[in-house]
């Protein structure tokens, strides 16, 4: 018994990366996700393992579908949310794509277009998209024919393309994001606006847990004179430090030994269009140690 439950184990730990990837990416939540996982590990002990002919395969199939249930569970709850809803940060620098072969379905602003699908649109975007699965394989995962997880992915796409803009390149959001904490500390009312694209948007996650706009902020002008609102007092006493996070760059806000917030951006051509101000404590774990 020991044997089997050490071989078990050995076969879990080698596909856990890939699971953590799949999971977080349909949940947007690290809590979730590992929730998710020490489900799949209990399951997977009671199985007889002599039957599974590809075990990364099946625990790929059982997380998918366990995430699935959750996110139509998770959907319910965000629907209580106090404010926004934000993906919960991951700190990406050791493992960019977190067990994938690309790093697509992972940045912020695609985690948050993600949540318009359908949970097994979004199963099927995610696997086919992050992870280069075929549609057969898909469709044994998913559990419909190979013609509809065409169509489920094929759908995903149009989605996400109608509201995706191009990225600038990652050294570009670097400097946006490095200019905008120097406006945004100074309170320069002019260099925010001359960052901010016309249509941009400011999302602020606190959860109720702490004080955060309960509503997006949208507009240049808006924006800028509510972000120049707070200056005096959010930014007194706050350290910032340059990180990654879901493959982007972030920085980490903290005040002493406590890390407040991570803000991210999404960018294109026409400068900042969201501003990501993940501040729920409970969210803030998987990247409080790179504020220190």
């Known amino acids: 018994m020991e044997s089997e439950l050490a071989t ?38 009671r199985v007889d393992h002599a039957t599974v002919q590809e075990p990364t395969a099946f625990l790929v199939t059982m997380t998918t579908r366990l995430a699935i249930n959750e996110l139509q ?3 319910v709850r965000r629907e209580s949310y106090i404010g926004p809803w934000l993906p919960e940060p991951v700190d990406t620098s050791a493992d960019p794509t977190l067990g994938a072969e690309r790093a697509e379905a992972l940045s912020f602003a695609v985690l948050l277009m993600l949540e318009r699908l ?12 992050a992870f280069a699965y075929s549609y057969e394989q ?19 796409r149009k989605h996400l393309a109608l509201e995706r803009h191009r990225e600038v390149p990652k ?7 490095s200019a905008f ?15 901010l694209a016309e249509d941009v948007v400011s999302y602020s996650d606190g959860g109720g847990l702490v004080r955060a706009s309960r509503i997006p902020v949208a507009g240049r002008e808006t924006v800028a004179k509510f ?9 007194n006493g706050i350290d910032v430090v340059e990180a990654e996070a879901n493959g982007q760059p972030t920085v980490v806000l903290s005040r002493g030994d406590d890390t407040i917030a991570v803000l991210a951006l999404t960018t294109a051509s026409d400068g900042i269009r969201q501003l990501l101000w993940m501040m729920n404590p409970q969210k803030l774990g998987a990247v409080a140690s790179r504020g220190r």
Do not use: K, N
């Not at 999971?23 to 799949?40: F, H, K, N, P, T």
């Not at 359908?118 to 998209?129: G, K, M, N, Q, S």
């Not at 995962?141 to 997880?149: D, K």
């Not at 972000?227 to 930014?235: D, E, G, I, L, P």
């Open 171 to 177: 050294a570009e959001q670097r400097r946006l994001l």
């Open 73 to 75: 569970s998770a959907r």
């Open 138 to 156: 898909i469709s044994s995962v998913v559990q419909v024919s190979e013609v509809a997880t065409r169509q489920l992915v094929s759908r995903a």
């Open 8 to 45: 078990a184990l050995a076969v879990y730990q080698s596909a856990r990366g890939r699971l953590f990837g799949v999971a977080y990416r349909m949940l947007g939540s690290v809590a979730e996700a590992e929730d998710i996982l020490q489900e799949v590990w209990l399951r997977w002990q």
């Open 118 to 129: 359908t949970p097994t649109e979004r199963a099927a975007y995610v696997l086919r998209e």
């Open 227 to 235: 972000v120049r609102a707070f200056q005096s007092h959010f930014w």
């Open 181 to 195: 904490v120097t406006a945004a500390t100074t309170g320069d009312l002019r260099d925010l606006e001359r960052l």
